[in-house]
């Protein structure tokens, strides 16, 4: 079983219709969770980071965690065409992003 | 601001060749990460730098791939020699510190024929 779980996809959304990306993780010690967003041959950018149970929201992205059940979402509202690409989950034990673990990734594809 | 550069963007060589890869990351990010992100797979780092120690090795195969960062700026990786399975994206970002965001380069595109 690999540290984080995602499922790979594709993920098919209609324009304006809301996107739910999920991951599953293993380790409960994780503090810190990560959303980033790679475009195909691109390199990957970091969207969101939550550290807390509950929601984070930032513009149409909204970022939900639940610790007791080791599980962290990306929910996407008005799924534009802009946003086809593949979101990669990263999970951390503390508030260091730079050990995360890093999900397979997810592809969006939102059609207009 | 520049972001991360990474050269070569592309590179072909024959198995058993060595291969070196460069990263300049962003002015003033003083710590510098080095992943491999294989086709349809997440990154997975192979070393983290602070400044110029390397803090994080523990997933680099080192009797094949060495890195360095000498004076805490530009670094290097290298793999010799290659091996078909090394073919991959090798991915540099860089942070102001261990617990910022990281931005990372357009990486190096390897392929071992």
């Known amino acids: 079983q690999k540290e984080v779980e995602q499922n790979s996809g594709p993920l098919s959304v209609p324009e304006g219709a809301i996107a739910s990306l999920n991951c599953t993780y293993s380790d409960r010690g994780s503090q810190s969770f990560f959303w980033y967003r790679q475009y195909s041959g691109k390199s990957p950018e970091l969207i969101m980071f939550i550290y807390s149970n509950g929601d984070k929201e930032d513009g149409r992205f909204t970022a939900q965690l639940n610790k007791a059940s080791q599980y962290v979402s990306l929910l996407i509202r008005d799924s534009q065409p802009s946003d086809s690409a593949t979101y990669l989950c990263a999970v951390n034990r503390g508030t260091n992003a730079g050990k995360s673990t890093f999900g397979d990734g997810t592809t969006l594809t939102v059609k207009p | 601001e520049a972001g991360v550069v990474q050269s070569p963007r592309y590179k072909i060589i024959e198995k058993k060749q060595p291969v070196a890869f460069w990263c300049n990351p962003i002015s003033g990010h003083n710590t510098l990460y080095w992943y491999l992100q294989n086709l349809g797979q997440g990154p997975e780092l192979l070393i983290r730098y602070e400044n110029e120690e390397a803090v994080d090795d523990s997933q680099l195969p080192k009797d094949r791939f060495s890195a360095e960062r000498l004076k805490g700026v530009d670094s290097t990786l290298k793999i010799q020699p290659a091996e078909l399975g090394d073919s991959a994206v090798y991915l540099c970002?860089?942070?102001?510190?261990?617990?910022?965001?990281?931005?990372f380069g357009p990486g190096t595109r390897l392929l071992v024929l």
């Open positions: 970002a860089s942070s102001r510190g261990v617990s910022e965001t990281q931005y």
